[in-house]
């Protein structure tokens, strides 16, 4: 058995959330009672009630951070941060996984199980800012990034590839992965996060947003973890621009994780439950029945809470505008 960890709050995610859980706990196969942590890690509006009492029917444990414990609430990835330590405090197995809620569960997700000595797992991303050998276009960002938290690039591994790609930089994608509670994983994540952000530190285009993904690789170089990696069936990424054509995922007929990002909205939806359909219809069948169980549109609809979080997207925007407009780009390794 595992802990699973998620993050939660008013409006859309709460609905993203519910669908994530149900899915693990309908087809999760033995880890599906594993123990579900869903952690609302900044203030704002009150969840809805029939989510806490859908919390209730699912077995799910509803935690609120406290006042402080969230570095930088004006950017969402932070909820993730608070989440990892809560969990890391609050859970009693030896596995503890993160996991998005844009993700469907297809089947137990057993790789994500640790075993023997391993201490960390996830897979890798390759959308930007991946780096690719032969291509130091982002190697100057790493080798900054490297420094800030404490490691070198040198230390990090390259990750062999198939196909016409070159190895890869190790850089795991944050949407899923887990660790093994004790190592001071945790503290690590939560200490690099803010160290990164206080840096200012971006990418040659500007990009910042990703630190709770650029962090993971050297949080694992400096802390010398055995890691595995996933492969695309174990953490399939079905993303709004990959689900049809040259460049689409690989299928999902063995796919015990989906993450789908935001391929459920319009106007990918459809394509996206095409392929569902035609690839797991036992799935797609559960999920036409649970939406037309659920109303998708529930929600605490009080105007004061509308108001309160619709004033805190304002201030959060605000706050992240002025922090991209101080950002340091690095340059490109490809400049001449």
């Known amino acids: 058995m595992m802990t699973f ?50 919390f209730e029917r699912l077995g799910v444990e509803f935690v609120e951070a406290k006042e402080g414990e969230n570095p ?8 993730k941060v608070v989440a990892v330590q ?8 030896e596995t503890i996984a993160w996991i998005d809620s844009d993700i469907f569960v297809l089947s137990a997700p057993n790789s994500l199980v640790l075993k023997g000595e391993e ?25 900054d990034v490297c420094q800030v938290l404490g490691t070198s690039l040198d230390d990090l591994p390259w990750l062999a590839t198939e196909g016409r ?5 190790a850089y795991f994608n944050s949407g899923l992965f887990s660790w093994r509670r004790g190592i001071g994983f945790a503290d690590a994540y ?18 910042f947003f990703t630190a709770d993904q650029v962090i993971l690789s050297p949080i694992v170089a400096r802390l010398g ?33 989906v993450h789908y990002s935001r391929s459920m909205e319009q106007p990918y939806r459809e394509a996206f439950l095409q392929r569902l359909n035609a690839e797991r219809p036992e799935f797609a069948n559960w999920l036409t029945r649970y939406f037309a169980m659920h109303d998708k549109n529930e929600s605490n609809s009080r105007s004061t809470d509308k108001l309160v979080a619709k004033a805190l997207r304002i201030a959060r925007g605000l706050q992240y505008r002025l922090y991209d407009r101080s950002t340091i780009r690095s340059r490109s390794g490809n400049a001449q």
């Open 225 to 257: 973890l055995k890691w595995r990696e996933l492969t695309p069936d174990e953490h399939n990424m079905v993303f709004q621009g990959l689900i049809t054509g040259p460049s689409a995922a690989p299928a999902m007929n063995k796919s015990s994780i």
């Open 72 to 79: 930088h609430p004006w950017l969402n990835y932070a909820n």
């Open 119 to 143: 201490q960390f797992i996830a897979r890798r991303e390759w959308l930007p800012p991946a780096m690719l050998k032969g291509d130091a276009h982002f190697e100057p960002y790493w080798r």
């Open 86 to 93: 809560t969990a890391e405090r609050m859970a009693r197995t």
């Open 5 to 54: 960890v998620c993050c939660v709050e008013y409006g859309r995610l709460e609905q993203q959330t519910l669908l994530m859980i149900e899915s693990l706990r309908t087809f999760g196969g033995d880890l599906s009672s594993s123990r579900v942590l869903a952690v609302k890690g900044r203030r704002g509006p009150s969840l809805a009630p029939s989510t806490l009492r859908a």
């Open 190 to 207: 939560y200490s690099a996060f803010s160290t990164l952000l206080r840096s200012k530190l971006a990418t040659p285009e500007g990009q």
């Open 165 to 169: 790609c070159a190895e890869q930089l």
